[in-house]
């Protein structure tokens, strides 16, 4: 039987379809996976030579956006790929069309809304969600499951939601508006078995609803925001001035951004909760509280700016000063452009691979071996010690999963058959199990 993974994907942005395509061109073109750590770690494995598509299962696709497109639409929108590539693609990526999704007035702001999800209730909504799971999964056949939130960035503000168990949040009507949605297609791929990762700065992983149904359930979720391009070189920095007991005066790092989550970033409301998982890197990197006549006093600052030029191109400033002997000042300035988006993919697509592995052995709960790949630590997760420490822990677990794997990935039946597990819940009020019709306009 040939291995499936299904991987489902909330929004259907530049990251994600921009993956989907790498995957496709890399077939097409015989190119090696760059940028991927799992499979550079599989390839080596297997005695060297470049990663491949040749090592990964047949994946399948499922995606939801509240804008009524393809990937192909997404691709062409966003302006990652340059148009010669675009157009190898294009007939594969214009299968993978987005279902509707569900927005908030709330968190979602003023995106442009083409296809919703419209239900009474949260317990409706989902439902909903739920029934595209289960169909997907029949309809694909995947031995594996995964869901992956690349949603917008959600505005930040009181949430009640968050702290509801999942009866009553269930039950709460959509009008309270006090949900984020990328909490409830959490719920609906927990429900369904689903491993969940988080690769945006949403609050998916503070709902006490989502917490409870990966504790009950003991299914694999990793996340949250991933460290693409100017936090993970913070990460690599910022352990090397640990290392050398070298001292922060301050730390100012700026962004430019002009593809999509640069517009959506340009509400204040969204921006604040990517500066705060921005910012935080640092602050436990370089522990104020353990030394503080090295870090006690350091300002740590970070600006983003919309600025629709640079597309996908974004463009990063880091201006560090720090000081060292007799306590003389020293600078180190730095300039990076980098494809935001080309950055992002393989990582997405190591975290999809990453749960997937951790359900087959049967690992459960929030894995944080994964954390190398985020920039924010999670309740109940280790300080973060820095980049290098960080990749250690992922190559020690990545090692022993992979030594279970042929030159394949997910191959062979999982342990238990733990990837077809679901979290049953009795019938009652807002009872996930009942069938909605469908009203979605």
């Not at 599989?42 to 030579?49: E, M, P, V």
């Not at 503000?157 to 959490?186: E, F, H, I, Q, W």
């Not at 935080?280 to 600006?303: A, M």
Request: a positive charge; proline letters at 5%; glycine letters at 10%.
């Amino acid at each position: 039987m040939v291995a499936k993974l299904g991987i489902a994907v909330g929004g259907l942005g530049a990251v994600s379809s921009t993956l989907m395509a790498g995957l496709a061109l890399a077939r097409r073109r015989g190119l090696p996976l760059i940028g991927s750590a799992l499979l550079d770690l599989h390839a080596s494995r297997l005695g060297g030579g470049p990663p491949s598509v040749s090592m990964l299962p047949k994946i399948e696709w499922l995606a939801w956006d509240i804008r009524r497109r393809t990937a192909a639409d997404a691709l062409r929108e966003e302006r990652v790929l340059e148009p010669s590539d675009l157009r190898l693609v294009r007939g594969e990526m214009d299968r993978v069309s987005a279902l509707p999704g569900f927005a908030s007035p709330r968190f979602t702001g003023d995106l442009r809304r083409e296809q919703l999800i419209h239900e009474g209730r949260y317990g409706g909504v989902v439902d909903q969600l739920r029934e595209d799971l289960r169909d997907f999964r029949k309809r694909s056949g995947s031995t594996d499951n995964v869901f992956l939130w690349l949603g917008s960035c959600e505005l930040a503000g009181p949430a009640p939601g968050l702290g509801m168990k999942l009866d009553r949040l269930l039950a709460t009507p959509v009008t309270d508006d006090c949900v984020p949605p990328s909490v409830l297609y959490a719920i609906a791929a927990l429900l369904e078995g689903f491993a969940v990762c988080d690769c945006t700065p949403s609050t998916l992983f503070d709902a006490r609803a989502v917490r409870a149904l990966i504790l009950a359930s003991g299914i694999p979720a990793a996340g949250k925001d991933l460290r693409t391009g100017q936090t993970y070189l913070k990460t690599v920095l910022a352990p090397g001035l640990r290392m050398r007991s070298l001292g922060l005066h301050g730390w100012y790092s700026h962004n430019i951004l002009g593809n999509s989550d640069g517009r959506v970033l340009a509400d204040p409301r969204a921006r604040e909760g990517k500066i705060e998982s921005k910012g935080s890197v640092l602050e436990s990197i370089l522990d104020r509280d353990e030394k503080p006549w090295l870090y006690g006093k350091h300002d740590h600052r970070v600006t983003i700016e919309y600025y629709p030029l640079r597309g996908d191109s974004k463009e990063a400033w880091e201006v560090v000063d720090f000081f060292g002997w007799c306590g003389y000042p020293m600078q180190l300035r730095m300039q990076m452009n980098c494809r935001d988006s080309i950055l992002a993919a393989p990582l997405v697509l190591d975290c999809a691979l990453g749960l997937a592995l951790a359900r087959r052995a049967g690992r459960k709960g929030m894995q944080d071996w994964l954390s190398f790949y985020f920039k924010s630590r999670l309740a109940g997760e280790a300080p973060r010690l820095g980049a290098f420490e960080e990749f250690e822990q992922l190559l020690r677990t990545a090692s022993t999963l992979l030594s279970r794997q042929g030159r394949g990935l997910m191959t062979g039946e999982p342990r238990g058959g733990a990837s077809r597990t679901r979290v049953r819940r009795r019938a009652g009020p807002a009872s996930l199990g009942d069938r909605h019709p469908r009203r979605r306009a």
